[in-house]
């Protein structure tokens, strides 16, 4: 089973004057991707006994999300309410004390036997207490079980830059995928060396696969044997980019993990025809979540050529 382990919250969307409430969250849309696509999953998170709590467990459920993990609490869902104005959205976050955000470092669940790959990302790695618990659990599983980490990172939402870089950098140590954007490896190694130069560097600290997304041009994986590998982006009509990371990254999973790559021992000796395989999945499932308004990623009977 791959756990994905982070934020769900509901995005209050503006339409015709008023805000309507719909599930996601970066780790939440992969979840929910990986269970369309018909892979063993499930999610962690710390979710309300509110009613948007039991929206987001639903959309879970419907999707074949294992939510056996959850932590529930009686604080509130975390929200974000989204404003449109001129083609550009604004965000305003109520995220102080709720569900999501409260986890405890000194109180880590048992993780399942069944869970072969932990996945972390997004906002829960920077929201104190929360991105101590995620980072703790990270480091406590990583002997065991493949880790995967997506930054996905929001530099406005970062309070304590040297804590939060300090942390990550843990994280990335213990990572055997890490997968970043463009905008993500500059942030993290900042200054004028080439591209993969950094991608090298970051390597270096401990993953063994490196994805590298740079949207419209395609995404680049970098191998522990130092091979590199290109996959071109699929190019659709975009509504809008809601969620495209977040697929992305489940079209990559599903692949290494049907493939029987999603293991310590297979990302370390992965070869450069499945890397791509992997990648070409990903801008599969990607683009069809483009081509469509909101984070509603495809099920896996709408793929070309299934997983």
Same mark, same amino acid.
């Given at each position: ?24 969250? =970066? ?26 709590? @039991? ?17 529930? /609490? ?5 929200? =974000? ?16 004390? @709720?569900?999501?955000? /409260? ?40 002997? $065991? ?23 990550? @950098?843990?994280?990335? =140590? ?8 463009? $905008? ?45 590998? $290109? ?14 990371? $977040? ?43 483009? /081509?469509? =308004? ?6 896996? /009977? ?6």
């Amino acid at each position: 089973m791959i756990l994905c382990c982070g934020e769900a919250l509901i995005d209050m969307i503006e339409t015709d004057g008023a805000f309507r409430p719909y599930a996601g969250g =970066a780790v939440f849309n992969t979840a929910v991707s990986l269970g369309r696509l018909e892979r063993d999953v499930g999610f962690l998170s710390g979710l309300s006994t509110d009613m948007f709590g @039991t929206l987001l467990r639903d959309t879970l459920q419907a999707s074949a999300v294992d939510t056996s993990t959850v932590i529930l /609490s009686g604080q509130p869902t975390t929200l =974000a309410f989204v404003q449109l104005k001129d083609g550009h959205a604004t965000y305003t976050f109520y995220d102080e004390n @709720t569900a999501g955000r /409260s986890l405890n470092a000194t109180a880590l669940p048992v993780i399942p036997a069944d869970v072969s790959t932990l996945y972390f990302g997004g906002i829960s790695l920077i929201g104190m207490p929360a991105a101590d618990f995620y980072a703790a659990l990270a480091l406590q599983e990583a002997r $065991d079980r493949v880790i995967v980490i997506d930054p996905n990172i929001r530099p406005l939402f970062i309070v304590d830059e040297e804590s939060y870089r300090a942390r990550l @950098t843990q994280m990335i =140590a213990v990572c055997d995928i890490l997968k970043v954007s463009d $905008d993500d490896l500059h942030w993290i190694t900042p200054g004028d060396a080439p591209i993969e130069e950094k991608a090298r560097a970051l390597m270096a600290l401990g993953p063994k696969l490196l994805v590298l997304t740079k949207g419209s041009a395609g995404a680049t994986a970098y191998l522990a044997n130092g091979e590199t590998v $290109d996959a071109a982006s699929r190019r659709v009509d975009v509504v809008d980019t809601v969620g495209a990371g $977040d697929t992305f990254n489940a079209g990559v999973l599903a692949k290494l993990s049907q493939m029987g790559c999603l293991t310590k021992a297979g990302i370390a000796q992965l070869s450069a025809d499945d890397a791509l395989a992997a990648l070409r999945l990903g801008a599969e499932v990607a683009s069809i979540t483009v /081509s469509r =308004a909101g984070a509603n990623p495809p099920m896996l /009977s709408e793929l070309s050529q299934g997983v």
